[in-house]
Structures are given as structure tokens and as C-alpha cells.
């Protein structure tokens, strides 16, 4: 698979961004303290009809960032936009797990012309569902972090629950960068920044019709906590919640499921939008 790489300055960072296949333009926007190659077999399947396009955020590996400027969902969103203006004039689809399913949500209400359809995996959304305890668990996550970020993101995990067998074969790519740094920069900026995100339903529901917003969740943990925002934000928007094979981090752990999943979903709201238009 053929990479092309680049970078595009915005306010307070440097974003590096890659692209691979061609076709119409699809966006990934990586959770965790994933870089732009985290999710390189997923994207490998997608790139046979797309031109996937996928970037590390601010402050990650190759991205380097100030942290004079503050990193909120929004900023993050206007970063995502920034790229998609660099490599295409079209709308894009849009494919986010994680904080990057928050931060393609907050792209879709302030730039709702840059996407066509979004894929919104698992949000972490405490404005759809507030969970006090999980909350709890979070507080401890932060305080474990100023002394230890391997033992925050350890807790972190295990406030999840178990992980989904992956498929075989199935593999992240190694890190480009030094993880201790990501995870650093991570809870200093990102974590924060996701704890206090705003958006609800509500905010989602004034996206234009023109913008197919598509929530799923993981078949295989079915009581994760994002998955029931996922849930709750697909009940909100009167859609169906769409089930994708795996768990929180599936186009990871199960990419070419996942990539047959998205492939097929996006074809059947290209028939549903066509039905509608007539």
C-alpha cells in the first residue's frame, strides 16, 4: 500500500498527515493515542474504493503542538477540517472511534459541508450519558496520572472490562513515536478535554440533513459505557444503532470485519439517500 505524507500548519501545531488509495475522500480520525498508521489494515481495505486519509492530532508524534494553545473537541475539529481543506475540495466520509468519533461529531456541527456521511464509533459523550460512578473511576485515572501514565492508562483499560478476541492476523501498527510522550500529552490535553465536552444530542440534531450521521457500537461488549452513548445518541437522532464486529477498538483488533461492515453500511445510505431524493 502506497503512502503519501504531508503536513498542514494550524493554529498552535504542525499536523502530519497520510494518505492512501484514491476514489472519494474518507477521513479516519484515530482515538486513543493512536497515530495516523494505528489503524493501517483498516484503512488498507478501505483504500480499494476510497482515498483514506488519516493524520496524528496535536501534540502526538509527528504533530508537534505549543501547549500555550488550549485543546478542546473544537480545536480538534477545526484541525480535522484543516486537513480535509489540504487534500480535497469534496465532502468527506468520516470515520471516528473513540475521541475521534467526539471529535468527527463536533466537525459535523461547525463544518457540516466537509462531511457526507460520519461513522461515529462509541463517543465518549457525558452529556448524552452521565455515569457518576464511571466518573469516579476517571478521577482516579487523572490523579494516578500525575505521577504515573502507564498506571492511568492500566486503570483506565481495566475500567472498560475485558477485550474482544481479534481477529487472526489483526495487528496495530508499531508506534512511530514514544509512548510515554503520547500518554503524557494525552492526559495533560486530550483526557481533560473529553471529560468536559459539552455536546449533546441536542447540538447534534442541527447538523443538515445533507450530513448522514451513523452511531455504532461494538457487537462484543455490549455494556461498555460508550457504547451505550452510541446507543443513546442513535436513539436521540432516530436511528438504529449499527453493530460493527468487535468492541470499543475493533477497526483495530477486527479490520477487515469492520472494513466490510463500513463498506456495506456506506453503500446502503448512498441507496437510502438516492430513495430519498426521489
Known sequence: MQLHQGTVA????TLHYETCGQGPPLLLIQGGISEAGATRQFAGELARRH??????????????????????????????????????ARPAVVIGASIGALIGLHLAVDHPGQ??????????????????????????????ARSDVFAAIGHMASL??????????ARPEEPVGDVREHLTWFFAHDF????SAALDADAVRTVPETTRIVPTGGADNPHRWERRCAAELATALDRDLVELSGGHNG???????????VTRLLREDRRSTSADAE
Not at 58 to 84: I, K, N, Q, T, Y
Not at 115 to 120: E, F, G, K, P, R
Not at 121 to 138: C, I, K, N, Q, S
Not at 251 to 261: D, K, L, R, Y
Open 160 to 169: 472498560a472490562g475485558p477485550q474482544p478476541t481479534p481477529q487472526d492476523g
Open 192 to 195: 481533560p478535554a473529553v471529560r
Open 51 to 88: 482515498q483514506v486519509i488519516s493524520y496524528d492530532r496535536r501534540g502526538l508524534s509527528r504533530s508537534p503542538a505549543s501547549s500555550e494553545v488550549p485543546v478542546s473537541m473544537r480545536r480538534h475539529a477545526d484541525d480535522a477540517s484543516a486537513v480535509l481543506a489540504e487534500l480535497t
Open 10 to 13: 494550524v493554529a498552535g501545531a
Open 115 to 144: 462531511v457526507d456521511t460520519l461513522i461515529a464509533h462509541e463517543p465518549p459523550m457525558t452529556a448524552v450519558v452521565a455515569d457518576a460512578e464511571r466518573e469516579a473511576g476517571l478521577d482516579a485515572v487523572a490523579e494516578l
Open 251 to 261: 477497526f483495530v483488533s477486527h479490520p477487515w470485519a469492520t472494513a466490510a461492515e
